[in-house]
């Protein structure tokens, strides 16, 4: 079977475009490839974290996972930090990673913009990423589009690799989601929609009350064309539009022309009770899930271990490559 991986960070709580960009697109892979998909808590103190929040946010994604309907028995959940490997080929990585092509990143640039002092954690960050990835000789990497340039730099890494010694590594590609690769802020839908939007009505939250989820909806912008259209002048309708594409089987022509003739309320108003229904098995399963602590420690300990299995294979035979003596 091919390999499928991705990841997720426990840095808070998870919005409806990380469901929508990548985590709702996880499930159905289980049966046609060997997926991977890990809990990336080395990534999550590349920015300032609070240890008890970290720990709280880990278990909360492991629930989740379960609770969106990852079985482990058909694919491996672990927590990243669990398997060693990581940092082991990130490092190797690093050393044949050009700085210039890591400060062009346009991850790194928004967000080292956003602390006082850079640290060298987020600038490698996309090196990390890269080890992940390659570790398990992936095929493909289901994400949203802002991971887009994180996948170019990994398959980079893996083709220098494979040419300054021999073919070591697959070279992934992306797989990403038909509709919603990046959902934009209700609020300000030039932006994409992310937790740490100070504007809470920006986001909706996978876990969130129904009622918060609906007024959020409710309250989003739209304009004052009051035409009912799919394009990129009405950028928040179109956004809405995108969300409930990815939560119906309809298409965007199909819903501009269920809609066209009726009001954005009726729309919102629908669209909201789609929403909230759509997420509602999630939000019961979660309660129960999250609650039993020994189950997700099974989980967990079980998929590091199948995960760790993999990436030594993988990581032993780039420290012959490279020219480590083998212990
Ligand atoms: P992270 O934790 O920021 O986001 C998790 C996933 O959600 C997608 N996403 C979105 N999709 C659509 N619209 C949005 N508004 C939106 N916001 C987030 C992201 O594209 C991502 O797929 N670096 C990764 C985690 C990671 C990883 C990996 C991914 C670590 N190692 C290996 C794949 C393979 C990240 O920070 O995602």
């Not at 690769?181 to 929609?193: A, E, H, W, Y």
């Not at 129960?288 to 099974?298: A, G, P, V, W």
Request: charged share 25%; aromatic share 8%; net charge positive.
């Amino acid at each position: 079977k091919k390999i499928v991986y991705s990841g997720i960070q426990p840095s808070g709580q998870l919005t409806i475009g990380n469901y929508i960009g990548a985590l709702r697109n996880f499930m159905g892979l289980q049966d046609d490839y060997l997926c991977l998909y890990c809990i990336a808590d080395l990534h999550a103190i590349t920015v300032a974290q609070v240890p008890k929040d970290l720990r709280k946010n880990t278990l909360d994604l492991i629930a989740l996972y379960l609770a969106c309907g990852l079985d482990p028995e058909k694919s491996i959940i672990y927590i990243q930090s669990h398997v060693p490997a990581h940092t082991e080929l990130a490092w190797v990585l690093n050393t044949m990673t050009g700085l210039g092509q890591l400060q062009r990143m346009t991850q790194f640039k928004s967000k080292s913009q956003k602390v006082k002092e850079v640290q060298a954690g987020l600038l490698n960050y996309p090196v990390l990423m890269a080890a992940d990835i390659l570790l398990y000789q992936t095929s493909y990497v289901p994400v949203g589009e802002d991971q887009r340039q994180h996948l170019e730099i990994t398959r980079d890494i893996a083709q220098r690799f494979n040419h300054r010694y021999s073919e070591t590594f697959t070279v992934p590609e992306i797989l990403p989601a038909k509709v919603g690769g990046r959902i934009m802020s209700l609020q300000d839908p030039t932006s994409k929609m992310s937790k740490s939007d100070a504007n809470k009505d920006g986001f909706i939250l996978i876990i969130e009350d129904e009622n918060q989820t609906r007024k959020k909806i409710k309250k989003a912008v739209t304009d004052s064309l009051g035409t009912f259209r799919y394009c990129d002048e009405q950028k928040g309708l179109k956004n809405l539009i995108d969300i409930y594409a990815s939560f119906s089987n309809l298409k965007a022509e199909e819903i501009v022309e269920k809609y066209k003739d009726q009001g954005y309320g009726v729309f919102k108003d629908e669209l909201a009770e789609l929403v909230v229904d759509s997420l509602r098995p999630i939000r019961q399963r979660f309660k129960d899930i999250r609650e039993d602590k020994s189950y997700l420690e099974k989980v967990y300990k079980e998929g590091a271990e199948k995960a760790s299995y993999l990436a030594n294979k993988t990581l032993r035979k780039v420290y012959k490559k490279v020219g480590f003596i083998e212990r």
